[in-house]
């Protein structure tokens, strides 16, 4: 097969390329706009890429020329800062004078206090009458009859009051069971405890011996209820 020459090749292709372009026309038109802002979009971003990378090379070769000092930033400030900085005015007081103290007034030595605390319009203390009035006597008036007291009230009234004497505990020894028990150590609940297992005999035992040695109402109920109660099994 004989090749043709390059230039009819080329012109081949040309052709063949037109062809599948006007093919895609359709679907192409509707695209284009947007392919046209996008490529816009592109190129103003490469622009401005460009623009900022000659202003850095730029700037360091001016830095290189001139030697410039870096210039340091102004760092914010507080009103706390500011305070700080500031230089502290010191307030001068008056200075305060040390006065003497004052005599203390002695009022229980005074004699104007004396004056005033004594009762200036007290009566005078009247002695005590001890003359005693005798019944017989013509001056004495009606009233003699009451102003003296019967010689048995007064005679009773001096005399010195006895103290009662102390009830009498009847002696002998205590009956077993109180032993047994230790009745006199126990208390209530633990006389209820264990009376449950003592016989009627014991359990009148042991009322006798509450009511003639210790007196406690509350053990002589409870002993006499459980003396009934078991009387009536």
Do not use: C
């Amino acid at each position: 097969m004989i090749r043709p020459p390059f230039a009819a090749r080329v012109v081949t292709g040309l052709i063949v390329t037109a062809i599948e372009e006007t093919r895609r026309l359709p679907s192409t038109a509707v695209t284009l706009p947007l392919t046209a802002v996008s490529q816009a979009l592109q190129a103003a971003m490469r622009l401005q890429q460009s623009m900022a990378e000659l202003a850095i090379k730029g700037d360091g070769a001016l830095e290189l020329i001139f030697h410039r000092s870096e210039e340091q930033p102004e760092w914010a400030t507080f009103d706390e800062d500011e305070a700080k900085d500031a230089p502290q005015i010191a307030i001068a007081h008056p200075p305060v004078r040390d006065t003497p103290d004052a005599e203390p007034v002695d009022y229980i030595s005074s004699p104007n206090h004396d004056e005033a605390t004594t009762p200036q319009d007290e009566p005078a203390e009247q002695p005590a009458d001890d003359t005693p009035v005798s019944l017989g006597s013509a001056s004495a008036g009606r009233f003699a009859l009451y102003s003296n007291a019967p010689d048995e009230l007064v005679g009773a009234g001096r005399a010195t009051p006895t103290a009662d004497p102390a009830p009498s505990t009847p002696g002998g020894p205590a009956p077993e069971i109180v032993e047994f028990l230790e009745y006199d150590t126990l208390t209530l609940a633990q006389l209820r405890a264990k009376i449950r297992t003592v016989g009627i005999d014991d359990l009148q035992d042991l009322a006798d011996y509450e009511r003639s040695h210790r007196g406690r109402a509350p053990f002589q109920t409870m002993l006499d209820n459980r003396i009934t109660a078991a009387a009536n099994k």
